[in-house]
Structures are given as structure tokens and as C-alpha cells.
């Protein structure tokens, strides 16, 4: 099922931003939600604006995306079901402090966890001051909700100790 939704969703999101927004314009309050969360699932930078900017904004600035940001957004986004077998996605990111290369991974990992595209996911830190901080920053995205991700995934949530969050209630491809 979850196939055939992503195969959909990949139709909407290759349309170009200008015949998407027409297509959204036209759409019923119901239809446009679902084409929302189409063009999101291919599209991180746009869940990242849409769903994470207003989060961010309230504590600090948004500076849209710079080339690292890019590179990290585009890496391959497909489910693990879909991987061929005992394959493991890791990727080293190597930039210059200030660059967002935390900021955008928590962004990657938070679209993961709306559109189930993992099992399960392992943080590895420099220390566990920072994995907590890691974990602490997607339980408050997830819990403070931005008025977009309320209304896409209304019972999208958290549970869990400090260090072990389980996340519900995402995308369910319907």
C-alpha cells in the first residue's frame, strides 16, 4: 500500500511548483491536505519550510537553505521496506560550523519519522548531552506543532523517557 501511495505521491511532487499550486488551489480543504502531504514526502525542503520554519522562527532566524543544507536535503529518501535487504543508510556530513548541519539531519530525521520511512532509527552523538539534545529538539518540534503539521498529521505524536522517544500517528499513505 505504502508503495503505491509513495509511486502517487512522486506524480504530484515532479509537478513544478507553479501547476502544483494551481492544482492546490482547486482542490477541496480535504484533497488539498492529501495533496499537501504528497508533495511533501519528496519534497524535504518544502516540509521543512512549511511544517519546521515556524517552530524554528519563534526562538530564532530562519535563513532558508544553503548548498550543505541542499545536499544533506536531497540525499535518497525511500522507505526501508523498499532498500534491498540488510541495507543501512549512514551518511558523514563534513562542514563548516554554523553551516545548519544539525539543524537540517533533525529536519531529515523528523520527515522520516511523519512518513515512517525507517524501522527505527539509532542516534549516535559526540556524547550524550548531545544525543538528549537531539532527542530533546524533535519531542519540542513534534509537541509544539507548527498550525501545518496540526492539521496534516492532527494525531502525529511523541511518548517516551529522555532516551527513547516513540513517535505515532503519521503518514499512513491513505
Known amino acids: 500500500m505504502a508503495s503505491r501511495w509513495d509511486a502517487v505521491a ?21 484533497d488539498r491536505h492529501k495533496l499537501l502531504r504528497m508533495r511533501l514526502r519528496w519534497h524535504i525542503d518544502e516540509f521543512g519550510e512549511l511544517i519546521i520554519r515556524p517552530i524554528i522562527g519563534r526562538t530564532m532566524p ?14 535518497p529518501a525511500d ?4 532498500r534491498p535487504r540488510g541495507l ?18 533533525k529536519i531529515r530525521a523528523l520527515h522520516a519519522l511523519v512518513y515512517g520511512l525507517d524501522a527505527g ?34 494525531r502525529f505524536g511523541v511518548k517516551g523517557s529522555q532516551e527513547e522517544l516513540i513517535f505515532s500517528g503519521g503518514e499512513t499513505g491513505n
Not at 511532487?13 to 480543504?29: G, I, T, V, Y
Not at 539509532?122 to 519531542?139: I, K, S, Y
Open 10 to 30: 512522486r506524480q504530484i511532487a515532479d509537478l513544478p511548483r507553479k501547476d502544483f499550486k494551481e492544482r492546490l488551489d482547486d482542490a477541496c480543504e480535504a
Open 62 to 75: 530562519w535563513y532558508g537553505w544553503n548548498a550543505v543544507n541542499r545536499q544533506i536535503l536531497d540525499w
Open 121 to 154: 532509527m539509532v542516534l549516535v552523538a559526540a556524547g550524550e548531552d548531545a544525543a538528549v539534545g537531539w532527542l530533546r529538539t524533535l519531542r519540542s518540534w513534534v509537541q509544539a506543532g507548527s498550525p501545518w503539521m496540526k492539521r496534516l498529521w492532527p
Open 88 to 105: 543501512n543508510q549512514q551518511f558523514l556530513m563534513w562542514a563548516p560550523r554554523g553551516s545548519a548541519k544539525t539543524t537540517t539531519s
Open 79 to 82: 522507505r526501508f521496506e523498499d
